[in-house]
């Protein structure tokens, strides 16, 4: 049996790790040996002493992220098994082939088997952001991992100052782990973006809306379209490439609004179809004329606790319901929530509140998640962070 430290399991808690969840709660666990420091790696055993996996230890209520559920050494080649496996994940889906198509999730945490781990890949450089201490000690060793990665690699910029848990006892400090260049140029299905990796939100870019900017485009056409919390225009980009007669980006950020500004004249040039304003979704849409064709509601999280769960779905209820209400006859909205405490049972039936509370027919037609490169881990059903409903409604 593995030589590293041993967290024992009360009676009966060790059905989940059993079944493969990489979490381990604290409410779980009977005995914790002395002297650990966040970060380290621990063997799992259950009640009766049976090897259950291996984790990195941290302090919280998830006490252990899981690494490994057989008895393995966890070194270098360890690590660079897991990467590999994720990078032909994204070749087998030919994510790394397209040739107009340059930016991609390279390592999705759980959905990879690396909890705690997050890396995006910009036309060359990588976005390194960790969600744990563990996987912050780690990144010299997944920075060397790269470099040996046949995939077209120059930089890797270390993002994890403000995703390390705040009580952690490490000073994390973002900065360039090789190479350089803060600002890239990416390609998206032909689209343009400016990715600014040290200053935007995230890792720089939501690359999980991909295909649903890409679906949009479908019902764009010769239509009016409202992109509200529009950060940087993506679905604004993605409607006017597809011919739309007018669009309107909304965002209470004024940065945000310059950078929909800049990405559309990178795309478009000055042109008259596009306006963008600095203003409250909410307070927009109640007060906004009734002739849009398509609106797309894309907020941030509104529940990123349990404990807020309850008051997110109110938020859902209210800015879908202002929505339905406004839009045209026969118009589309595109409705989402990235709220991982959201199920999509919740999310739905918020909706279906709004709808209700409108009495106007609504029809789903799509029902859509995150991508491919998000992948989801059939034994973390937590890991479905974004789902979204495209409607119709009369």
């Given at each position: 049996m593995s030589s590293y430290p041993t967290i024992v399991l009360k009676a009966g808690k060790e059905r989940s790790i059993q079944r493969f969840h990489p979490w381990v709660f604290s409410g779980a666990i009977q005995h914790t040996p002395k002297g650990?420091?966040?970060?380290d790696l621990v063997q799992v055993l259950d009640s009766r002493k049976k090897f259950l996996g291996i984790g990195h230890y941290q302090i919280g209520s998830i006490t252990v992220r899981m690494v490994a559920f057989s008895d393995v050494t966890v070194d270098q080649a360890f690590w660079k098994g897991k990467i590999d496996r994720a990078v032909e994940a994204?070749?087998?889906?030919?994510?790394?082939?397209?040739?107009?198509l340059n930016v991609f999730r390279l390592i999705?945490?759980?959905g990879d088997g690396l909890p705690g781990l997050i890396m995006d890949y910009y036309n060359g450089t990588v976005v390194f952001q960790a969600h744990s201490v563990g996987m912050y000690l780690l990144k010299d060793t997944f920075?060397?991992?790269?470099?040996?990665?046949?995939?077209?690699?120059?930089?890797c910029y270390n993002k994890s100052a403000g995703t390390i848990p705040f009580k952690a006892p490490i000073q994390a400090e973002d900065?360039?782990?090789?190479?350089?260049?803060?600002t890239i140029e990416v390609n998206?299905?032909?689209?343009?973006?400016?990715?600014?990796?040290?200053?935007?939100?995230?890792?720089?870019?939501?690359i999980d809306q991909r295909e649903s900017r890409r679906l949009l485009e479908e019902f764009s056409k010769g239509r009016k379209v409202l992109n509200t919390f529009c950060y940087t225009g993506g679905f604004s980009v993605s409607a006017l490439k597809a011919g739309a007669s007018e669009v309107v980006s909304v965002d209470s950020s004024q940065k945000a609004i310059d950078l929909t500004e800049q990405i559309i004249d990178l795309n478009f040039g000055k042109t008259e179809k596009h306006t963008s304003l600095c203003a409250d979704a909410f307070d927009y849409l109640a007060k906004m004329p009734d002739d849009f064709d398509v609106?797309?509601?894309?907020?941030?999280a509104f529940a990123k606790h349990v404990r807020v769960l309850e008051n997110g779905l109110k938020g859902y209820r209210t800015i879908n319901e202002k929505a339905i209400k406004k839009i045209k006859p026969g118009g589309i909205l595109f409705t989402f929530s990235c709220s991982q405490v959201v199920s999509p049972q919740d999310f739905r039936t918020a909706v279906f509140s709004a709808a209700a509370a409108t009495g106007r027919e609504v029809r789903i037609l799509y029902q859509v998640h995150q991508p491919a490169d998000h992948p989801v881990s059939i034994y973390h059903p937590e890991g479905e962070y974004l789902k979204g409903l495209v409607l119709q409604i009369s």
């Open positions: 650990l420091n966040e970060g994204r070749r087998a889906v030919g994510l790394t082939k397209k040739g107009d999705h945490g759980e920075a060397s991992i790269l470099k040996e990665l046949d995939l077209p690699i120059t930089a900065g360039f782990i090789f190479g350089e260049g803060d998206e299905y032909g689209s343009k973006f400016t990715i600014n990796v040290v200053e935007g939100q995230k890792t720089g870019f939501f609106i797309v509601l894309d907020p941030p």
